[in-house]
Every structure is written in C-alpha cells, then in structure tokens.
C-alpha cells in the first residue's frame, strides 16, 4: 500500500520556474533559471538566478507553512516598502513588475501554495567588515532608510517585531524543542529573557519620539549587501516589519559579529548612522538588552517544527 505524505519543504526545478516567469513576465527574450547554492540546513527561502534578453534578476520563491505565520498581504507589504524605497532613491534590490501591474505571483508545490517574486540583482562584491568606510556608508544608508520609511503608507497588513514575537513565540518553540533534558540551559534562556523584556520595557514606550519606532529591515547582514566601490545595495528584506530602530541595529551588530570585533569598526558604523539620524539615550541603551533578544529569536527561528535544519542544529543558551 502506497501512503500519501506531508511534504514540509520542496525546491520547485528552475526549467518550470524559468517557464512561469517568462509567461507571467515582460523581460523580453528567452528566460533561464538557475538554483543558487544552498545549505542543507538553511532555512531561509530558495533563489534562482534569471537571465533574459541579456540582463540578470533574482527570484525568490518565498517558503510556506504555519511556523511562518505569514499571509499574501505579508508579502505584499515588503514589495511595496521595497518599490517606494527605490522611488526614495534608496540603494536597495526592488521587486519587478509583472505584465498584470502586480509584483507578487504564486505557484503550488507539494507543501502548498508558494509566492514568488522577481528582483533587480544587486552590483558589485560582498561588503567586507574590515572596511571603515563601508561600515560608515552602511551605517549612513540604514539611518537614511529608517527616516525615509516614516513617510511610508500603505494598505497591507504586515506582522510587527514586537517583543511578543521576538521573545514570548520564539521561547514556546524553543520549549516545544528543547524538552525536559534541556531544563538547565532553559531556565538560563527564560532568565536573560525575562531580564531583556524589563529593561527594554523601561526604555522604550510606543508613544516616545523621535522615529523610534517604524518600519525596519529586521534582518541587516553583511551578507545581504554588496558594494560597488563604497556604494552598497542591500537585498533580502523578507524579514522587514514594523519593529524598534534600535533592534535593528542590534541585529546587524549581532549578525556581523560586530560587538566582538575592534571596537574603531563598531564606531565607523555608528559614526555613518549617526551623521544622519540621533539615537536617543534610550535607544542606545536598548541595543545592549536587544542583542540578547536577537539571540533567542534566532534560536527560535531554527527550532521550528517543519524546519530543515533539525532539531539538533539548534545552539545551546
């Protein structure tokens, strides 16, 4: 007897992605696609290098699934803030228009229904952290993007970054994972937990000024940047929402490993940032207490039910 399945995860073949973008797309010419590398354990979404008449775009093929907790407004929300970010002139990879106007297109796979959508590719090579001047133009396009985005509208709905979803969702799926063998590590998790959600409770208020809140990339890494000379163009914003200012520095301070570095590199940073925005007192101080915030999101991020990195890949507390 053959038993039909559940998949949790599939990689759609890039001959019949290759086929739905040329149909649903205006590039003219031949398109091709190929699947950039991938790591067995990544969670992150599938990308395909597109070519056409030429020139060169990215596919994202978005994931899907509960754990996500996302909605085709979700998606839509970050297109959006990425074509009005273009408009701003800000340096950024924006989604391409599709012959209907739109820019998100969907296709079923095994797991269900997937959205996709078509971006510029970005130039140059990959940011290096050794680099002060990049940091400093790094820092000077985050704090421009942060200010630009408080004139951003728009009618899709979109998850914010709130301590409830950083802190309280990510611990219940560290729970749900870790299990009773790992009491000891967890009650030092729920410990710094506890201990951030104070302090940043104390700092920060919905209602203080100065563009404290607002809507952030929530993911900045070295990774999803290249430079062209000291002009960077970012991408993968799949993690953009409404969230604090100060949490998304943490996390490009957290990604970059830049808290363990010279500190000269972590100063050129803030040195580029702050030439166009101040931080507050308080947001200044919350980067130190959102730090240990991004580290339990990100251990949460993997201990998802459905996720392919498997539960062992998770990083003890």
């Excluded at 228009?97 to 797991?111: C, N, Q, Y």
């Excluded at 940043?200 to 990339?217: H, K, R």
């Amino acid at each position: 007897m053959t038993n039909h399945i559940r998949v949790a995860r599939s990689f759609v073949a890039s001959d019949a992605l290759a086929s739905v973008i040329a149909k649903e797309y205006d590039l003219g010419g031949d398109v091709s696609c190929k699947l950039f590398s991938k790591l067995v354990r990544t969670q992150d979404n599938d990308h395909y290098l597109v070519t056409a008449n030429g020139s060169s775009y990215v596919a994202r093929v978005y994931q899907c699934g509960e754990p996500l907790d996302r909605t085709e407004s979700d998606y839509q929300f970050e297109l959006a803030w990425l074509t009005f970010l273009k408009d701003k002139n800000m340096p950024v990879s924006y989604p391409i228009a599709r012959k209907d106007g739109g820019f998100l297109g969907s296709v079923v796979a095994p797991e269900g229904l997937r959205y996709y959508a078509l971006f510029t590719i970005a130039k140059g090579e990959a940011m290096s952290l050794n680099n002060m001047e990049q940091l400093f133009q790094y820092g000077i396009k985050m704090a421009q993007i942060h200010e630009v985005s408080n004139q951003f509208e728009t009618e899709h709905k979109r998850f914010s970054m709130d301590l409830d979803y950083l802190l309280d969702d990510s611990i219940m799926r560290i729970q749900q994972s870790w299990g009773d063998d790992r009491a000891e590590e967890l009650e030092i998790l729920l410990t710094s937990a506890a201990e951030a959600r104070i302090e940043l409770e104390e700092l920060l208020s919905p209602d203080m000024g100065g563009n404290a809140w607002g809507v952030i990339g929530g993911d900045w890494h070295q990774g999803s940047v290249f430079f062209d000379g000291n002009d960077p163009t970012f991408f993968n914003f799949d993690l953009c929402g409404h969230g604090w200012r100060a949490y998304d520095i943490a996390t490009f301070l957290s990604n970059s490993a830049l808290v363990r570095s010279d500190t000269d590199l972590a100063e050129a940073f803030f040195a580029g940032y702050y030439s166009v925005r101040q931080l507050a007192a308080e947001e200044h101080a919350a980067i130190s207490p959102f730090l240990t915030v991004r580290r339990i999101w990100v251990m949460g991020t993997f201990a998802r039910e459905d996720g392919i990195a498997g539960h062992t890949f998770i990083a003890p507390a």
